[in-house]
């Protein structure tokens, strides 16, 4: 799938599940679904796009549920140390439900897309 749908749908994503809850959520939501693409853009990495093989060297762990589940757990984690102070200084809770949904769908939609 095209990055671009990627980024739109999770873009749509951010905004629905997080829209007054956190801030800038199609941001987050659009950057979390490109995310299992990381992997194409590490050293040593070489994807032979013209061959047969070309989706089965593109869809390594980070296309699977473990490997969405391990990035979920880090982008929560990354995005409350960010924002606990903001939180802590308006005396709100952290939203974690709110920040496990947006990543876990956009995530999830990265993976069935694919």
Known sequence: MDNIAHT??????????GD???PA???????AANSPDI????????IH??????????????HSLVGAAIQ???FVLVTAL???????????PLPWGTLAGLYGAAL??????D
């Open 72 to 74: 979920a757990a880090a």
């Open 49 to 62: 796009w013209g061959s047969r093989l070309a989706m089965t060297e593109h869809r390594g762990i980070t």
């Open 108 to 113: 999830a939609s990265h993976l069935l897309m």
């Open 82 to 92: 960010v924002l606990r102070p903001a939180y802590r200084r308006d005396r709100r």
């Open 8 to 17: 739109l749908v999770g873009a749509a994503i951010g905004r629905t599940v």
């Open 20 to 22: 007054s809850r956190i």
């Open 39 to 46: 992997t194409e853009y590490l050293p040593g990495v070489r």
């Open 25 to 31: 959520p199609a941001i987050l939501g659009a950057l």
